[in-house]
């Protein structure tokens, strides 16, 4: 289901020293004493700072790295548990997502909706994106049973949000689930409303709007017996326009 993973070059020797710094200064700052969290926080704030500035740029292996070590300067700062250290979490597991690594996204995008679900004064929205996320890395990985199950928890939730972008988000997943089920008349339907609506809130060609062309592509053939039926051509084509930009 999931693409494989894109061939990354190997990191220069200069990327590794730089690293090993990266790791020196974590380990020094982690271990200070117990109310010195200041220089250690700064540490973490550059680095997921770095890491998001990188993002796209192809270089998974590195915003990985980065990014395990926010993770762990949080856990030495605030524990395991706190959902200021869940939220980096949540930023580790979309990078190996995005990396392809999907087992290991999978490992700790289970670990932040346990904690998101176990802590009563946790914003519903955030849960139901947890949830969200966890359905669409099961999709991937064939357990579509499991995906099904999140993905319609997470519907539930987004059902009760009044704002566009959340209702779009709501309508893609959906649209997912329907899709699982065999409705796909249904969820062309709910595709192409998220679509109308990402448009008028985004540009046509940010990765957010190009992901509800890529699904209506699929739902359109999905449901034709025709090969290329002329509106999914038409959003093949769109898609690449936008892509081109």
């Known amino acids: ?141 064939g357990n579509d049973a499991s995906a099904r199950a999140l993905l319609e928890e997470s519907l539930q939730v987004y059902a009760t949000f009044d704002v566009p972008r959340q209702r779009a988000i709501f309508l893609r997943w959906h649209a997912i689930a329907l899709m699982l089920h065999g409705r796909l008349e249904e969820a062309d339907r709910d595709v192409a409303e998220g679509t109308r609506v990402m448009e008028e809130l985004f540009d046509k060609s940010q990765p957010r709007v190009l992901r509800f062309h890529s699904l209506r592509q699929i739902s359109l053939l999905s449901r034709s017996a025709r090969p290329y039926p002329d509106e999914a051509c038409g959003e093949i084509s769109a898609t690449s326009d936008a892509f081109g930009r």
Request: hydrophobic letters at 35%; one cysteine or more.
């Open 1 to 141: 289901r999931a693409p494989k993973p894109t061939c990354c070059s190997r990191s220069s020797t200069g990327g590794s020293t730089r690293r090993r710094r990266w790791r020196s200064r974590t380990s020094a700052a982690a271990t200070g004493p117990p109310n010195s969290n200041a220089t250690p926080r700064l540490l973490a704030d550059a680095l997921g700072n770095l890491a998001n500035t990188l993002k796209g740029t192809g270089r998974d292996a590195e915003i990985v790295e980065m990014e395990r070590e926010v993770v762990a300067i949080f856990e030495s700062i605030y524990g395991v548990d706190h959902l200021l250290t869940t939220t980096q979490l949540s930023n580790l597991a979309t990078s190996l997502y995005t990396a392809q690594r999907l087992e290991e996204a999978r490992e700790l995008m289970v670990r932040v909706v346990a904690i998101r679900r176990a802590n009563p004064s946790e914003d519903k929205g955030t849960i139901a994106n947890a949830l969200g996320n966890l359905g669409a890395i099961d999709l991937q990985l």
